[in-house]
Nanobody, 115 residues
Framework: VQLQASGGGLVQAGGSLRVSCVAS????????VDWFRQAPGKEREFVAG????????YYADSVKGRFTISRDNAKNTVYLQMNSLKPEDTAVYFC?????????WGQGTLVTVSS
């Protein structure tokens, strides 16, 4: 599996943005997918996760109620809809999958929220 994240950009505080993680490989629909983010000078942190079929979702407390993770397995894509963005959401956002062959990270997409 290879992952490609996209959709980042510059948005004003209070705005919305949707980032996507597109995967190659036929078995993508078998895996849970997580979004992480890393702000400048900080450790990478968990943001949200979704089970293989979308039946379960998980969120960090800092984004609960503002972010929504979803997936479309027919398109091999996982989305992260981000609403009510805050300057502290500024970070590079990465998607991650744990496969039977090991952990796979996407290359990241930069989200910048201006105040």
């Amino acid at each position: 599996v290879q992952l490609q994240a996209s959709g980042g950009g510059l948005v004003q505080a209070g705005g919305s943005l949707r980032v996507s993680c597109v995967a190659s490989g036929r078995t993508f629909s078998s895996y849970a997918v997580d979004w992480f983010r890393q702000a400048p000078g900080k450790e990478r942190e968990f943001v949200a996760g979704i089970s293989w079929n979308g039946g379960s979702t998980y969120y960090a407390d800092s984004v609960k109620g503002r972010f929504t993770i979803s997936r479309d397995n027919a398109k091999n894509t996982v989305y992260l809809q981000m609403n009510s963005l805050k300057p502290e959401d500024t970070a590079v956002y990465f998607c991650r999958v744990d496969t039977e062959h090991g952990r796979v990270w996407g290359q990241g997409t930069l989200v910048t929220v201006s105040s």
